[in-house]
Every structure is written in C-alpha cells, then in structure tokens.
C-alpha cells in the first residue's frame, strides 16, 4: 500500500523560502519509472502542477514556477523535498505530493495536503 | 507551454443523467491525457489515464475518449457520489491541469 504525507510549515512570510518535505512508503524511489510531484490548490481554486523527480534524478519544473523551485529526493529517507523560494500571499495553497507509477504517466497516490499561509 | 482548457466550468445535473465534460490542449498531446475527480477537502483521485484507461476500481460509468487536442470524460448514468470536480491533466510535456469543471446537482 503506497502512502505519502506532506510536512512542513503552516504559515511563511512574504519573501521568506517554503521548504515541504514529503514522505512515502510502499514504493522505492530507486525504482526504475517512479516519480513524485508536487502539485497545490489555493483555496477555491485548480489544481497547479508544480515539479516532479524521477528516479533517476531527472527533474521536470512547471515553467511559470521554474525560477522558484527546487525538488530534491533522499532515496535513503524515503522523501522528496520542495523549496518555493520568495514567497507570496497569492502561494497560499494546499500542497499535495503525488506518486507517478513506474513508466506511467499520471498520479495514482496522493498525500492528504497541507496546507500554506503566506502572511506576514 | 502547452494550456489545456476544460468546458463547462460548472454543470448541473440530477441523478441518472449522462453528462459529458471537455477538455482542449492549446497543441497536441497524442493520449498523453488523464481525468481526475476531486471531491472537498479531498486528494484528487484518477479516474481515466492515457485518454481512455481505466485504472482498476474505477466504474465503467466514467469513460474516455480522444487523441490529439480534444478530450472528453463521460459519466453514463450519474450517481450522488459523482457531484465533485473534474479535472484534465496533460502528461506530454508536464502535467499541467486544466481550471477544473464543477458537476452540481441540479
């Protein structure tokens, strides 16, 4: 059974870096053809994809957000880590990591969100 | 960068109905397509991948179907467990959603 959970802060301030750790299990991230990504949802409003890592390190970033992400993996931890740096009121959003099977092309596996308040 | 837009935004329906959700990429994207329900509060979840699969435990009331730029999800005979919101999502280049229709009850 694959689970994954977000973490980090709750609240950031305007201009301050959002660091979001998320954290699996029942799949390895060495696996050939898995990936995570990270994708939010300000309150009422679309999804937005974000980054994905795959298992070979190779990273995809959305390129409206690209200049403000990092993902990174710690295969050894069993996590995937998000930093949004320069944060914004309009950044708040529920944050969501997801696991893309093995050589597929969709999110089969969700975390349960957290939610980020960007207020100063 | 590759924009995928849904129509309609939002859609009333009552329980029986078959109701068809659209959803256009700005440039091809093959089957690379898949359709997500979420419902409040809620993780989204898969409903259809690669433009017409059905992951396992998904109903056969939700179908798929297009190639190209022009997609669609139909919902066969909608039950009170269908009222959520839909969502495109291109998996060609990166995996950008669409804005999202919401299915009421009417």
Partial sequence: QITLKESGPTLVKPTQTLTLTCTFSGFSLSTSGVGVGWIRQPPGKALEWLALIYWDDDKRYSPSLKSRLTITKDTSKNQVVLTMTNMDPVDTATYYCAHRPPDLYYFDSWGQGALVTVSS | ?106
């Fill in chain 2, 1 to 106: 960068d590759i924009q995928m837009t849904q129509s309609p935004s939002s859609l009333s329906a009552s329980v029986g109905d078959r109701v068809t959700i659209t959803c256009r990429a700005s440039q091809s994207i093959n089957t690379y397509l898949n359709w997500y329900q979420q419902k409040p509060g809620k993780a989204p979840k898969v409903l259809i991948h690669a433009a017409s699969s059905l992951p396992g435990g998904v109903p056969s009331r939700f179908t798929g179907s297009g190639s190209g730029t022009d997609f669609t999800l139909t919902i066969s005979s909608l039950q009170p467990e269908d009222f959520a919101t839909y969502y495109c999502q291109q998996s060609y280049s990166t995996y950008a959603f669409g804005q999202g229709t919401k299915l009421e009850i009417k």
